[in-house]
């Protein structure tokens, strides 16, 4: 039995949400791990739409905020994506 099996459901919902399928080998460790390449890929997208001029330095920080509002569950730590034993 792996630890995506002790997963909580809103987790495993979460990650669904941003294409990350949970198979049964994926550790909460490895689940963050693709959850924060995703983050890190988008994060450089916007920095590229702001350097192509699709909005000001002035307004990327509002748009980094937003974006991070979209990937909060990489702010909950490992040991409470799993449900209590």
Known sequence: MTDTTHLQTEVIDELQRHGIAVGPDDTPSTLRVQLNDRYRI???ALRDR???G???VRELPAHVVALRREYLLLSVPLDRW???A
């Open 54 to 56: 699709e909005f000001g």
């Open 42 to 44: 988008e994060i450089r």
């Open 50 to 52: 702001c350097r192509a």
């Open 82 to 84: 799993v449900r209590p």
